[in-house]
């Protein structure tokens, strides 16, 4: 090993003759320390420094090289006194290591130590070769600030050959917008220090990590390449600007804040397989990846869309994630694939004002959301929707699943619902015990007339608001059950089928157009003084059927069943025994009923 002091600053230590060792001490085959200036080489022919497999350091206050080749483990350069300055392509410092000697050098380079003052790397300002083009790993070392510089138009460093770029910056790291990174090796930056950055990463397949607070002063795009190759930020990410990540099949992982102090403009995962946000604000949130894992609570795009596509998972601690388009009309909140919640504790809260939401993947189908709520849309879509409460309000609501089930609470449609599931059963299940309600506060149609709306309320009750099938009718409309159900117009195309402990007609139409109409419950006429007609399909066996009791409470609705020419009437309880009804007309092919109790005509 050879191992050198200098302390003095009267000289230089010079070497003009190849110097080669083959063991180490303190874990060095070559260690020089100089406080002047260590030379290498001279003035004679370029020499060759070889320390084998063991380690170089060199540390000075100047230096001068004239050499062939560095052959080490590693070599590391850095300023003998303590808070020196270091430039790397930055002739204004004395300390100035230049791209060609590093091009000199076999193995790992680590310029700087924690010692070491400012460092500035690729000044353009400056001249000389100015970018870094490389194919050894690079470690950036600085007790102070570190300032990536470069020149626009071209990478300020480049690897070749699996060349990494580490960055320990003890102070603020500056990338700045001509800064761009090249690399063909891992980007890592593990200082205590924050990070201000306006430019680019590339690698080819390997990760891009920072480990503290950045700062963004320009637009940012990190790019991992098609494969393998992880992004990563360990702490928050501010700053009005754009940040782009592509991770091809690797993961993206936010592990704190994104836009938390000064939010972004876009924020955008254009590839990963695995993505994991904390809180995210920014003007435009665009997220895709194969699976997307929701650990904050708030997901904010101020102006514009939030758009996930991918499998989402709610993994934040039990609590609500609220997801915020833009207020506008056009501004958007769309799930291109599934919701899940794994511990069936979070509230998935989406608010989109006067823009739409949309949800092509089922909600809580694997795993059951805690809660699933809309607070503003004007246009609602949604897949089948799985929680233990579910709470939707928009302008129009589209269902196009078949399952909406509320494990123990409620089920609440705000808006005006269209069935758009086709020829099947849309099925509204709410939780199993007394007040765990079905509510519709609008109307429910059904364009194409094809669809079977189901309501299964147990002992909770259900109450439509507004009239079913008023302007395109159901394909058939069920209540299997329910305590109390509440009903303004129903019309089918099918059967209309309800049972409940108590059926309250608040209204004055209910029309089977093909087939029959089935009361299953003791029925009470409130819709005032008004006639209450219910009508069946016009064949045979299209029956209208009452299995219990029928009342006014009022005794100011006129009643009429229309059984036309080849339905029956049946009513198997007294109809105004309790509640005496203004008048009762019946027509049909047969007509079964049992006591009726007007104020005025029955026939």
């Known amino acids: 090993a050879l191992w050198i002091d200098q302390t ?122 100015v970018n870094l083009t490389q194919n050894d790993n690079l470690t950036f070392v600085s007790g102070s600030t570190i300032n990536l510089i470069g020149v626009a138009g071209s990478a300020a460093i480049t690897t070749t050959a699996g060349g990494t770029v580490t960055m320990t910056n003890a102070g603020v790291l500056t990338i700045n917008a001509a800064g761009d990174m090249s690399l063909d090796g891992a980007f890592t930056q593990n200082g205590a220090g924050t990070v201000s950055t306006a430019g680019d990463i590339t690698t080819t397949n390997d990760n891009i990590s920072f480990a503290t607070a950045v700062t963004m ?74 699976n997307i894992d929701l650990n904050g609570d708030t997901y904010t795009a101020s102006i514009d869309d939030v758009t996930f596509t991918g499998a989402v998972d709610l993994d934040a601690a039990a609590g609500t994630i609220t997801v915020t388009a833009g207020a506008a009309v056009g501004d958007l909140i769309t799930f291109n694939s599934t919701v899940d919640d794994t511990g069936t504790n979070n509230t998935l809260n989406l608010v989109a004002a006067l823009g739409d939401v949309a949800i092509y993947g089922n909600v809580g189908s694997t795993n059951a959301l805690a809660s699933f709520t809309v607070t503003s849309a004007a246009l609602v879509d949604l897949q089948n929707v799985r929680a233990n409460n579910i709470a939707v309000t928009g302008t129009n609501i589209d269902l196009n699943g078949d399952t909406y089930t509320a494990l123990t609470d409620d089920v609440t449609f705000t808006g005006a619902v269209d069935l758009d599931a086709g020829a099947v059963t849309t099925t509204v299940t709410a939780g199993a015990v007394a007040g765990d309600n079905i509510t519709f506060t609008s109307t429910v149609d059904d364009a194409a007339n094809n669809t079977t709306l189901d309501l299964v309320a147990a002992l909770g009750n259900v109450d439509m608001q507004g009239n079913v099938g008023g302007t395109n009718a159901v394909g058939a409309f069920t209540v299997t059950s329910a305590a109390q159900v509440d009903l303004q117009n129903v019309i089918a195309s099918n059967a209309i089928a309800v049972t409940g402990t108590n059926i309250d007609l608040n209204s004055t139409t209910y029309t089977s157009n093909n087939t029959t109409v089935t009361f299953t419950g003791a029925v009470d006429l409130d819709a005032g003084a008004v006639t209450t007609t219910v009508t069946g399909g016009a064949g045979a066996g299209d029956n209208i059927t009452f299995t219990t009791t029928i009342d006014d409470a009022a005794n100011n609705t006129d009643f009429v069943l229309a059984g036309g020419a080849g339905g029956n009437i049946i009513v198997s309880g007294a109809a105004g025994g309790t509640g005496t009804l203004e008048s009762f007309f019946a027509t049909g092919a047969d007509i079964d009923i049992q006591a009726v109790t007007t104020d005025g005509d029955s026939t």
Do not use: C
């Not at 052959?71 to 020196?84: D, E, K, L, Q, R």
């Not at 100035?96 to 076999?106: E, G, H, S, V």
């Open 217 to 290: 002063t320009g637009n940012v795009a990190l790019n991992t390449g098609v494969g393998a190759g992880d992004i990563t930020f360990s702490s928050t990410v501010n700053g009005g600007f754009s940040l782009g990540l592509t991770a091809g099949t690797g993961n993206v992982n936010m592990v704190d804040n994104v836009g938390g102090v000064t939010p972004l403009t876009t924020f955008t995962v254009n590839s990963a397989t695995q993505v994991d946000l904390a809180n995210v604000l920014g003007t435009d949130i665009v997220v895709t990846g194969t």
């Open 8 to 129: 003095d600053s009267q000289g230089t230590t010079l070497f003009d003759s190849n110097i080669t060792t083959t063991g180490a001490t303190d874990g060095y085959g070559i260690d020089l320390r100089s406080l002047t200036r260590i030379n290498l080489g001279g003035g004679a022919p370029a020499i060759t420094v070889n320390a084998g497999a063991n380690a170089i350091r060199l540390r000075s206050d100047a230096f001068t090289f004239n050499v062939a080749s560095i052959t080490a483990s590693s070599v590391t350069i850095g300023p003998y006194t303590a808070g020196g300055a270091m430039g790397i392509e930055n002739s204004a410092i004395a300390i100035n290591i230049t791209d060609a000697l590093l091009d000199t050098i076999a193995g790992s380079i680590i310029l700087g130590d924690a010692a070491t003052g400012a460092m500035t790397i690729a000044n353009g300002g400056i001249g000389g070769n």
